[in-house]
């Protein structure tokens, strides 16, 4: 729908099935307050649809710009279901920065519920103005409200995460405190949202909850707390993840390899390989220089009796330099550097450019599922 601050900002198809409810829903909402508007009414439900997701994305903007203010990447914005997801790609490196980038959306949407209570005081409140501004000004302050709930993946509950981490100094402390209580807020909302509706506490009357009021609130309830406890558990594994990536090191995954030269045929390339204790071949031209890396699927496909006239030049793939990685990467980055450039087998050079061996994408992934199998420390 655009780039604003540069952020590309996404409309996922859902948003479309929410705009039709809400139309629907404020439409007879407005038949009981300005009868007299007829089917008009649903163009303005319509417009408050659209208007009421637009603040939503004026919240998600404040997460963004925040973001982007602590350097840290936003790959985009998306407005879905239940409101909208900023999706930031890396952690906050202090708490401060997390509480921060955590409670500048809710605040802009209180600013903004101010902002339309005043607006609703300078017009008719029996008009379709009036009427809108108050509408805009409650879904913001039920937008504020609901995020300041102190679970993941609330904004409060990555504010709550933030104290946590502040208190004890452990990220992952905060995030296991924010996530379970996310998971009972989720809980809550499903027993509870219902129940209240049921029993006249949110002020409707009971008699005049029906059967399929009754319905349509336990979905309602099931759907938010789906939303939640997924989110809360997402953030479980993202920071278990996080905790484990520093034990993903190039150096320590990577194979041996020996230098051959492209006219090297297969099976004497291998007959020096096993004699080095070496498990991965890469081939070098003249000066001694690296040009390419034999794939092992590739070697696996050439029967034991066809080797001795195979040259392992047909067998290797040209390097890019997309597919020479230092020594020294490790955890986020190594990963980050693997999923620009996608490959199967990598070379890995030392800091000075001498070859330390190769690095095959299917080891990292069986040591990244190693570590995230550990017990949480």
Same mark, same amino acid.
């Given at each position: /729908?655009?780039?604003?601050?540069?952020? !590309? %900002?996404?409309?996922?198809?859902?948003?479309?099935?929410?705009?039709?409810?809400?139309?629907?829903?404020?439409?007879?909402?407005?038949?009981? %307050?300005? *009868?007299?508007?007829?089917?008009?009414?649903? @163009?303005?439900?319509?417009?408050?649809?659209?208007?009421?997701?637009?603040?939503?994305?004026?919240?998600?903007?404040?997460?963004?710009?925040?973001?982007?203010?602590?350097?840290?990447?936003?790959?985009?914005?998306?407005?879905?279901?239940?409101?909208?997801?900023?999706?930031?790609?890396?952690?906050?490196?202090? *708490? &401060?920065?997390?509480?921060?980038?955590?409670?500048?959306?809710?605040?802009?949407?209180?600013?903004?519920?101010?902002?339309?209570?005043?607006?609703?005081?300078? %017009?008719? *409140?029996?008009?379709?103005?009036?009427?809108?501004?108050?509408?805009?000004?409650?879904?913001?302050?039920?937008?504020?409200?609901?995020?300041?709930? *102190?679970?993941?993946?609330?904004?409060?509950?990555? /504010?709550?995460?933030?104290?946590?981490?502040?208190?004890?100094?452990?990220?992952?402390?905060?995030?296991?405190?924010?996530?379970?209580?996310?998971? &009972?807020?989720?809980?809550?909302? @499903? @027993?509870?949202?219902?129940?209240?509706?049921?029993?006249?506490?949110?002020?409707?009357?009971?008699?005049?909850?029906?059967?399929?009021?009754?319905?349509?609130?336990?979905?309602?309830?099931?759907?938010?707390?789906?939303?939640?406890?997924?989110?809360?558990?997402?953030?479980?594994?993202?920071?278990?993840?996080? $905790?484990?990536?520093?034990?993903?090191?190039?150096?320590?995954?990577?194979?041996?390899?020996?230098?051959?030269?492209?006219?090297?045929?297969?099976?004497?390339?291998?007959?020096?390989?096993?004699?080095?204790?070496?498990?991965? @071949?890469?081939? %070098?031209?003249?000066?001694?220089?690296?040009?390419?890396?034999?794939?092992?699927?590739?070697?696996?496909?050439?029967?034991?009796?066809?080797?001795?006239?195979?040259?392992?030049?047909?067998?290797?793939?040209?390097?890019?330099?997309?597919? +020479?990685?230092?020594?020294?990467?490790?955890?986020?980055?190594?990963?980050?550097?693997?999923?620009?450039? !996608?490959?199967?087998?990598?070379?890995?050079?030392?800091?000075?450019?001498?070859?330390?061996?190769?690095?095959?994408?299917?080891?990292? $992934?069986?040591?990244?599922? +190693?570590?995230?199998?550990?017990?949480?420390?």
């Amino acid at each position: /729908m655009g780039r604003p601050f540069g952020v !590309p %900002v996404y409309v996922s198809p859902s948003w479309f099935l929410v705009a039709a409810l809400i139309t629907w829903v404020f439409g007879d909402q407005l038949d009981r %307050v300005l *009868p007299d508007l007829g089917p008009v009414r649903y @163009l303005v439900s319509l417009f408050f649809a659209v208007a009421f997701y637009a603040s939503v994305l004026v919240h998600e903007l404040a997460h963004t710009v925040a973001a982007l203010r602590f350097k840290l990447p936003v790959r985009r914005i998306q407005l879905q279901f239940f409101g909208g997801v900023s999706e930031i790609e890396k952690e906050s490196e202090t *708490p &401060g920065r997390e509480f921060v980038l955590a409670a500048v959306g809710p605040l802009l949407s209180l600013a903004l519920a101010g902002a339309f209570y005043l607006g609703m005081n300078a %017009v008719d *409140p029996a008009t379709v103005p009036g009427v809108l501004l108050a509408g805009l000004m409650i879904s913001n302050l039920l937008v504020a409200a609901f995020n300041l709930l *102190p679970g993941l993946p609330l904004d409060g509950g990555r /504010m709550l995460r933030a104290v946590i981490w502040g208190i004890t100094g452990k990220p992952m402390a905060g995030t296991v405190a924010a996530a379970w209580i996310g998971r &009972g807020l989720a809980v809550a909302i @499903l @027993l509870g949202l219902p129940l209240l509706t049921h029993t006249g506490f949110l002020g409707n009357r009971t008699e005049e909850v029906g059967g399929m009021e009754t319905v349509m609130d336990a979905l309602l309830a099931a759907i938010l707390a789906a939303i939640i406890w997924t989110g809360a558990g997402n953030s479980l594994r993202m920071a278990r993840l996080r $905790e484990h990536l520093p034990e993903l090191r190039a150096r320590s995954l990577t194979r041996r390899a020996i230098p051959v030269e492209h006219t090297t045929p297969l099976s004497e390339a291998l007959r020096r390989a096993n004699e080095a204790g070496a498990r991965a @071949l890469v081939v %070098v031209d003249g000066q001694g220089d690296p040009t390419a890396i034999v794939r092992e699927t590739a070697i696996a496909s050439v029967p034991e009796h066809r080797r001795p006239w195979v040259a392992v030049s047909t067998l290797a793939q040209d390097l890019t330099a997309g597919m +020479k990685v230092s020594a020294e990467l490790t955890g986020e980055e190594l990963l980050d550097h693997l999923r620009a450039t !996608p490959a199967t087998e990598y070379l890995v050079l030392e800091p000075g450019g001498a070859i330390y061996g190769v690095l095959s994408t299917l080891d990292v $992934e069986k040591a990244f599922v +190693k570590a995230m199998a550990r017990p949480q420390s």
